[in-house]
C-alpha cells in the first residue's frame, strides 16, 4: 500500500515583470551569455537530456545554476527559479507550451535547443514558431548560493583559456537550419505529431533502479513523482477549472508489474473518492483499475503519464488546494466582496472538506 505525499514543488505562477530590473537579483547580460555559451558546448544530448526540458535543466546544472527539474508546460506556466522578463537576453528561457529553449541572441532573435534535426539554433521569429503562439521568456533568479556559486566560478581563473567551442557570435552569423516536419508519436498512449525533442501533455518520469528490472516500489516511486507534479493544475487562478480530468488518489496499489524487452505495463488500483472535472468537483466512491506505460532507453526505465487525467495524491492536493485558497481569500476581489471569489472560495473549501473528511 502506497500513499502519495512529497515536498512542496517549486513550481509557482509568475507575473510578467513590468520591468527587467527588479528586486529580486537575476542573472546579468554577462552571465546570461555564460549560459548561451554553455547551450552552445552541447554536441549530442545526453541519455538524461533527451527532450527540450531534460536538456534545458542540463546546461543550466552545467552552467553552475541549479534548479528543480520541471517540464517544458511547468516552465511556460512559470517556475520559483524564474522571473519571467518581457524583453530577452541571452541565456534567459524561452517557453512555449510542450517547447523551451535557450536564447542565444535577442538582437538576432535566436534560441537553442533539441529538435527533429538534433542540437542546433533557430529563429524564434519564424513562421513554424510563430504558429506555436507567443513565446514566455524567463530570467533565473539568483539566490545567495547561486550568486556564491558563479563568483567561485567566474574568479577561480584570473586568464581562462578559450574553449574550442562554436561561440555565440559565431553562431549569430551561421543561417539557422529549417525545421522538419513533425513525425508521428511513437508513446504507447497516443499517436499525435510532435517533434523530437517536444514534449506533450504526457510526460515521463525516470526510475531510479540500479537493477535491469525495477522493483514494484522504485515504480511506484516515479509514479509518486508523477503525481506530485501534476499538481500545477491546481496552481491557476481558478484551480477547480482544469483541462484535463484529476483523480484524487486515497491510495495507489501497483498490482501486476509487466516488462518486456524494451516496454512495460505498470496495472494499478487506484481508490479515490474525489475527482475534479470540467463540470466541477465530483465526490463518489471509486476503486479503478489503470495501467500506465513504461519504457525503457540507455539510461533505464521510465514511466510515462496518461494523457486523458492528472493524478494527484490527497496529501498534496490538499496541500495546494489551501495554499490557493489562502491567496484568493486574499485577493482584492474577495476583500471587495465579490460573488464569482466567494462562490470559487466556497467550492474549493468543499473540496477541501471533503478530501479531509476521509
Known sequence: MLFFGGARSATA???????????????????????????????????????CSHLVHQIYTEAGYKYPYASSF??????????????AQAGDLIAWRGHVGIVVSAKEHTFYSLVR???????????????????????????????????????????????????????EKRPTTPRSEPVADDEPLGNRAREPGEETSS???????ERNRPSTEEVLAAIATAAERATTAFRTDEPLRVAAPVIISDDVKLEKLELKRYKGWAHLKISSHVR???DGADFKQRQEKMKWALRRSESGWSVTTPQDYKLVSRDSAV?????????LAQSDRAAQHDEAVLGEEARIANVIAALLAK
Request: aromatic share 8%.
Open 117 to 171: 534535426s538534433g542540437l542546433q539554433t533557430e529563429d524564434y521569429l519564424s513562421p513554424y514558431w510563430r504558429s506555436r503562439g507567443t513565446p514566455r521568456f524567463y530570467r533565473y533568479v539568483l539566490d545567495s548560493t547561486a550568486r556564491a556559486a558563479n563568483t567561485i566560478r567566474v574568479s577561480s581563473s584570473a586568464s581562462p583559456a578559450k574553449p574550442a567551442v562554436t561561440t555565440i557570435a559565431e553562431t
Open 74 to 87: 511547468e516552465l511556460y506556466a512559470g517556475h520559483g527559479n524564474f522571473r519571467r522578463v518581457r524583453h
Open 13 to 51: 505562477q509568475n507575473p510578467v515583470a513590468s520591468r527587467d530590473t527588479l528586486a529580486t537579483p537575476l542573472i546579468s547580460a554577462r552571465d546570461g551569455k555564460q549560459i548561451a555559451e554553455t547551450a552552445l558546448q552541447q554536441d549530442e544530448p545526453v541519455w538524461k537530456a533527451q527532450d
Open 319 to 327: 496541500r495546494v488546494l489551501a495554499a490557493q485558497l489562502a491567496e
Open 203 to 209: 510526460t515521463s518520469v525516470d526510475i531510479h533502479s
Open 276 to 278: 475534479i472535472t470540467s
